[in-house]
């Protein structure tokens, strides 16, 4: 070869790029599981950017992502961060979702506190009185159902 001659130009795109493009061509849920597990299986740390991008998601989708988010660890500690961050509460629900089942202690504490804020919004379109909510607060216990 000539040194004057420029050599061939390769375009080079990656597996988790490729697999990225797929997620247009999803018609229904269970093509995003089968194109989420294969980024997934990659292995390849790009592929969080593109699971973190689908925890606006719900059901499968959002499960799915999740899941294997988690099985990252701490690499995905950095892009959950920006999904706690975002304007959409399924993001950020789903973002806490994944740092709890990593470890995170003030995520553990924002689940807590979003389930208690979902039950008194659930039982207030419901109609219940606040004198109904606390006779079921006052029902709680953390001692053991025992059998007389």
Known sequence: MNSNQNPPTVTFISVVA???DRLRDCIGSEDYVVVIRAL???GDPAAIRVLA??????GPIAEE???GLITFGEA???AMRGCVDSLDYDMIRHGHRVLAALGDDASKQWQRDDDDERVVAYLERKGFSDVAWEALIANETDEPNEVA
């Open 40 to 42: 997934v299986a990659t």
């Open 65 to 67: 992502s999740i899941a």
């Open 53 to 58: 991008s689908l925890l606006d998601s719900t």
């Open 76 to 78: 995905a500690i950095p």
């Open 18 to 20: 490729a697999l990225e």
